[in-house]
C-alpha cells in the first residue's frame, strides 16, 4: 500500500484480556519498527524486525508483550492480561533501504484499558 | 545510554512570528538526527535527517540546524498550518532504532 496501514485504530478493553494489533507495512520494506507514545511521554521503543534476522526485542517492557512478523510483512504485536499501564498509542513504523530515509509510521492503535 | 532533550515543551507565536526549538542530544556515535511533524491523532511525519555538524536542511518555512550538541529547527515566518508536535530523534549505529525526546507542542495564532 501506499502507507503504512495500522488496525485497529481504537481498542477499548477489559483489564485482563488480551489484545492485537496489527501493522501492514509498506510493500517492500524490510525493517519493521513498534514504538509506545504515552501521553506526555516520548515515543518508547518496543520491537525491530529487519528481513529475516532475530528481532530485537529489547524495548519490550514486560513478557506480557510479544510480536511476530509474518512472511517479512504483515506484523502483530499481542499484549496478554492487559493492565491499565498498557493504555498508550502503538506506533508502528517502516523504513525502506539507505542511510538516510526516515520512518515512515502509521496512524497508530489507541489502547485504552478499563 | 543515548538521550535527547527538546526544549521548549511548548511554544505559542502569532503569525508571521519566527522562532526555533532546540533538541540535544547525548549519543554514541551519531548515525543521524531526525525530524519529525505529528499533528493530533496522526503519526510522526519525517521531516528531515542530518548527520553532521555544520549540515542544514530546508523545507517550506522549516530549516533544520545540527551542532556536535544540538539541533535547532527554525521556523521563518509561520502559519497556523504549522501547529503540531515537533519531534527530534536520534539514530544509532544501523538504525536498529531511533531515540525520540518528548516533543515541542507549537501553536501558531493567526
Known amino acids: 500500500g501506499a502507507g503504512v496501514s495500522q488496525s485497529p485504530s481504537n481498542k477499548v478493553t477489559e483489564k485482563g484480556k488480551d489484545v492485537e494489533l496489527r501493522c501492514d507495512p509498506i510493500s517492500g520494506h524490510t525493517a519493521l519498527y513498534w514504538y509506545r507514545q504515552s501521553l506526555g511521554q516520548g515515543l518508547e521503543f518496543l520491537i525491530y524486525?529487519?528481513?529475516?534476522?532475530?528481532?530485537?526485542k529489547s524495548g519490550l517492557p514486560s513478557d506480557r508483550f510479544s510480536a511476530e512478523r509474518t512472511g517479512g510483512s504483515v506484523s502483530t504485536l499481542t499484549i496478554q492480561r492487559t493492565q491499565q499501564e498498557d493504555s498508550a498509542v502503538y506506533l508502528c513504523?517502516?523504513?525502506?533501504?539507505?542511510?538516510?530515509?526516515?520512518?515512515?509510521f502509521g496512524s497508530g492503535t489507541r489502547l485504552t484499558v478499563v | 545510554e543515548d538521550q535527547v532533550t527538546q526544549s521548549p515543551e511548548a511554544l505559542r507565536l502569532q503569525e508571521g512570528e519566527s522562532s526555533s526549538l532546540n533538541c540535544s542530544y547525548t549519543v554514541s556515535g551519531l548515525r543521524g538526527l531526525f525530524w519529525y511533524r505529528q499533528d493530533p491523532g496522526k503519526g510522526p511525519e519525517f521531516l528531515f535527517t542530518?548527520?553532521?555538524a555544520g549540515e542544514e536542511k530546508e523545507k517550506e518555512r522549516l530549516k533544520a540546524t545540527l551542532t556536535k550538541k544540538e539541533s535547532f529547527l527554525h521556523i521563518t515566518a509561520p502559519k497556523p498550518e504549522d501547529s503540531a508536535t515537533y519531534l527530534c530523534a536520534v539514530g544509532n549505529t544501523g538504525f536498529q532504532k531511533l531515540v525520540f525526546g518528548t516533543g515541542t507542542r507549537l501553536l501558531v495564532s493567526p
Open positions: 542530518l548527520y553532521s
Open positions: 513504523a517502516s523504513r525502506g533501504t539507505g542511510t538516510g530515509v526516515g520512518y515512515t
Open positions: 524486525f529487519q528481513g529475516n534476522s532475530a528481532p530485537d
